[in-house]
């Protein structure tokens, strides 16, 4: 059985008001259900991974207040059909989404959920990461909807981690020893002035390892790493635990309009960050 | 559908308690706007633990959720290289004393300290429900056959938000009352395939009721320096929310033609808010099954709410006592901001404790 992706989205804020990610993943959300023309009701687990959010808010999960404002399955008392949802927090740094990609693919195998939602939205805590120069992330979000596929070579392959053998490069913190009354605006992200090579070459070195694991042919591969930033979308910063939706829109969009891609039939998903953690998975749209 | 392992089981439980002991007398000292109102009497909680603020005693959510994680695998027939995956459900994430942290997962930082070098990790969040979604996860991961054994924990700094709820408050009706309610802990558990009924999970299953879920919202304060849980109580735990559980748990059942009282529960574990909320929940229970209620097993009274430790550290403390009956079936209820319920049915026989 394979898991494809069946629709994504990016969302970023109009800046009437403070960002959210309640409000980007949730746009995110609807744009993907809408590109798939499929219900809200029909999600049966929403997965968010983002890690920065609005007011520093720790309870309850994100994820639900996602699954709020998208709708789905509010109330399992007055509205039982189709079924329950359930929505969760899951958080890995930059590799949140390929997390929910392997989460997900247990999720499809035991018959747990038919469809899934991933959401990948971060924003700064004050509302508009424009005002933190210190805080290197696009207030942006991404979704993914991921639901089985009848074509067995279609959809992601499995998901490996690798973790490097040295202490973190990237961390991000509330100090509330330090934050006074602002801790819902307050963030810091401290980041080691060499992490980008760094990071960098582990996520290659990742690379390789996946590839001669599973024996991948790179001339026919497309990677989708991770992208150091989000312009192509209007967002300002790092697209963080959204990169790989963003990459793949932009590597699916590429693959349609540029002929010199004619060769690249499959995906490889990299990620990579805090921990130091890293992650690969490869993914064959259908029909290639 | 995959079917490469049927069942996963719980395989061994570990714990970390504070040894500070703070009595509810000591706490509503701390509370001055509270008045006369009796806490002990409202929430049934008659002392809870407390971390230690010094940095060397290791009391903070990390240091706690690794004392758990080791306790556990001392129990366990696995050591930390064994295992495949481990996930931290903390809410309250703090580590190096004060830091609240979003990255690296504390699952990352976990995997490391234990030396699970080569273990899947992350974290997930999901208030009180936090490790009853790790267990999720994992039992679905084991059961799909992704991995084989796994570590789920968590550990607590949860009085902090009382200790903000102190300061702040005016009157019992203050949305941080519930925050007089808890207490600090870690928890882990290690889940492994199951080959035999007499230790297994029968099913976990957990839904999300999101139209409730900002009837609880915990954020730093904007008031004093702190983090701070603010909850509308009289509707999150009003008869309708309690009644998710048994409509959605009586559905479950009898879409395989069972039904609550032929599952012959031996011991409910409801989500330790309260006693008068546990109470409140078994009768709610009773009514819409039509049934009693098994043995409902409670620490809330020596340990408050401990958030997302809340049914594995009451399971651990009833084995740990030594007169739990093998092959006895236990039935675990979370109910958590989200609002998130549900059910874990499992027979425990050689859970190491």
């Known amino acids: 059985m394979g898991m494809i992706i069946t629709a994504a989205a990016t969302a970023l804020p109009d800046r009437s008001a403070p960002a959210s990610v309640v409000d980007l993943a949730g ?32 309870e309850p999960a994100m994820a639900a207040l996602v699954q709020k404002e998208v709708g789905i399955n509010l109330d399992y008392i007055a509205d039982p059909e189709p079924a329950a949802g359930f929505s969760f927090d899951l958080m890995n740094g930059a590799c949140g989404v390929l997390n929910a990609v392997q989460v997900g693919q247990a999720l499809l195998d035991t018959g747990s959920t038919e469809r899934l939602l991933i959401t990948a939205a971060d924003v700064h805590p004050g509302g508009d990461a424009r005002d933190d120069v210190d805080y290197p992330y696009a207030d942006l979000a991404g979704a993914l909807l991921l639901e089985r596929s009848a074509d067995p070579d279609a959809g992601f392959g499995p998901v490996r981690h690798y973790t490097a053998d040295r202490p973190t490069d990237v961390e991000g913190y509330l100090d509330t020893a330090t934050m006074g009354r602002q801790g819902r605006t307050a963030i810091t992200v401290r980041r080691e002035s060499d992490h980008a090579e760094r990071l960098a070459e582990f996520a290659a070195r990742a690379a390789a390892d996946y590839a001669r694991e599973f024996d991948i042919d790179l001339d026919r591969t497309l990677v989708i790493g991770p992208a150091t930033t989000a312009d192509g979308v209007g967002a300002q910063g790092e697209p963080h635990t959204a990169a790989p939706v963003l990459g793949y829109l932009t590597a699916t969009d590429g693959v349609r309009h540029d002929d010199h891609d004619h060769d690249h039939d499959q995906f490889l998903f990299v990620s990579v960050g805090a921990g130091p953690s890293a992650a690969c998975a490869l993914y064959r749209p259908e029909g290639r | 559908m995959s079917t490469a392992t049927a069942h996963s089981r719980i395989e061994a439980l570990g714990l970390c308690l504070p040894a500070t002991v703070q009595t509810t007398p000591q706490l509503a000292a701390l509370v001055p706007g509270l008045g006369d109102v009796d806490i002990e009497k409202i929430t049934g909680i008659t002392e809870r633990r407390v971390y230690d603020p010094e940095p060397d005693a290791g009391e903070d959510s990390f240091g706690m959720a690794l004392a758990a994680a080791r306790d556990a695998l001392r129990s366990s027939r696995y050591e930390a290289a064994d295992l ?29 300290e ?35 054994r796994g570590l789920v924990v968590s550990g607590e700094q ?19 009352f519930a925050s ?6 870690a928890a882990a558990v290690v889940l492994d395939v199951s080959v035999d009924a007499a230790d297994r999970i029968h099913y976990i299953e957990l839904m999300t009721c999101s139209e409730y879920s900002h009837l609880c919202m915990g954020m730093p304060s904007d008031r004093t320096p702190g983090i701070s849980l603010y909850t509308d109580n009289k509707k999150m735990h009003n008869r309708d929310r309690l009644k998710l559980w048994p409509r959605f748990h009586e559905d479950f059942l009898a879409k395989r033609g069972r039904t609550f009282a032929a599952e012959e529960f031996d011991h409910i574990i409801q989500h330790q808010v309260g006693t008068r909320f546990i109470d409140y929940a078994n009768q709610t229970a009773e009514a819409e099954f039509g049934t009693p209620m098994p043995d409902s097993l409670s620490v809330v009274e020596r ?4 958030a997302t430790t809340s049914h594995f550290l009451t399971l651990c403390e009833h ?13 675990l209820v979370p109910a958590a901001s989200g609002v998130v319920t549900g059910a874990l049915s499992a027979t425990l026989t050689n859970v190491g404790v």
Request: with cysteine; aromatic share 8%; charged share 20%.
């Open chain 2, 114 to 148: 234990l030396g699970a070098r080569s273990a899947i990790h992350f974290d997930v969040s999901n208030a009180c429900a936090g490790m009853m979604t790790g267990v999720w996860l994992l039992d679905r991961m084991i059961r799909s056959g992704a991995v084989r």
């Open chain 2, 319 to 331: 084995l740990r006592a030594g007169d739990a009956r093998p092959g006895a079936t236990y039935l």
């Open chain 2, 84 to 112: 495949d995956i481990v996930i931290s459900a903390s809410i309250t994430r703090f580590k190096d004393g004060s830091r609240f942290t979003f990255e690296p997962s504390f699952a990352a930082m976990l995997a490391g």
């Open chain 2, 158 to 176: 949860a009085t902090r938000v009382a200790q903000t709820a102190a300061r702040e408050m005016t009157d019992s009706y203050d949305p941080q």
């Open chain 2, 180 to 185: 007089l309610s808890v207490g600090d802990s």
């Open chain 1, 27 to 58: 746009r995110a959300a609807r744009g993907a259900l809408a590109r798939a023309q499929v219900p809200a009701s029909s999600i049966g687990t929403l997965i968010n991974v983002g890690v920065y959010r609005e007011h520093n808010t720790f």
């Open chain 2, 303 to 306: 340990y408050g709410n401990t």
